[in-house]
């Protein structure tokens, strides 16, 4: 590669004409490292895809607030500009190897920026399956980062430990949170309040069921359903992380086929 920026994507992602411009603009500071786009998911009108949008609506907000404080630690592997200079090779059975490269990028003293006027677009999984074992995937990839002590934040620098800490760790850490709350739930039943507690667990968590089985989009239950499955998910790829029993090649994921181009119409 001879050019001094190089630019990350995914096989199936879109791009505006003018993204690869807004991304790069940003490295006339020295100080910046690397840049990662936004990236939508287009035809989210099933009851998996309308609450993948709600969790992305969600990863871009923390997105932002962490580039107004100087920095974020999250990049999307299917948009994302760096330095030629920094790239440090990953090692070939790393699954998520845009993030470990990354955080390679802020241990090196460089910044991580979100530039969300860098638009691109890609189609959600179409089946509650694919979906599935897309999070177990990444959440396995987040596990063997943990195991094998790489692409973590450098310790010197406490805001982006902060950030890592909740924003990565915290929710990948997430069912096992729920379990100890549920326990806790259960062991101070006799407690007026936490008994209160515990009967909104068991509704939300009957809610998800019932969105399970009814497979309805209505948000009262298409959203616990996602929030339970999102979360079995991350528990499977927590085992199989640690057990690295997760296959680092990606398998094809069934997705909305494209058409002559971008819907935007159905995003």
Not at 6 to 27: C, G, I, Q, R, T
Not at 113 to 125: C, D, M, T
């Amino acid at each position: 590669v001879e050019t001094e920026l190089v630019v990350l994507s995914d096989a199936n992602a879109f791009y505006e004409p003018d993204a690869l411009k807004h991304l790069v603009k940003y490295f006339q500071d020295p100080a910046v490292g690397c840049v990662s786009g936004r990236v939508t998911l287009l035809n989210t009108f099933n009851v998996l895809s309308l609450s993948e949008r709600v969790y992305q609506w969600y990863e871009e907000l923390l997105r932002r607030l962490e580039d107004r404080v100087g920095a974020t630690v999250a990049v999307d592997g299917a948009m994302c500009a760096i330095r030629k200079e920094l790239y440090q090779k990953v090692p070939s059975n790393i699954i998520l190897d845009d993030f470990v490269l990354a955080m390679n990028i802020i241990r090196q003293g460089k910044r991580i920026i979100f530039a969300p006027e860098a638009q691109g677009y890609e189609y959600a999984p179409i089946t509650v399956k694919e979906g599935f074992k897309t999070r177990v995937r990444v959440t396995a990839g987040a596990m063997q980062t943990l195991k094998h002590r790489i692409g973590l934040p450098p310790l010197g620098q406490p805001l982006l430990l902060f950030e890592y800490l909740f924003h990565k760790f915290l929710r990948w850490m997430m069912p096992l949170l729920l379990l100890a709350i549920f326990a806790v739930n259960v062991s101070l039943i006799d407690q007026g309040a936490y008994l209160a507690l515990l009967s909104a667990q068991i509704l939300f968590y009957g809610l998800a069921l019932l969105g399970y089985v009814t497979g309805s989009s209505v948000s009262i239950l298409s959203v616990p359903f996602y929030f339970c499955l999102q979360n079995i998910a991350i528990a499977a790829g927590i085992w199989q992380g640690l057990k690295d029993r997760q296959s680092v090649m990606w398998d094809k994921v069934e997705r909305f086929p494209v058409d002559g181009g971008i819907e935007k119409g159905n995003d």
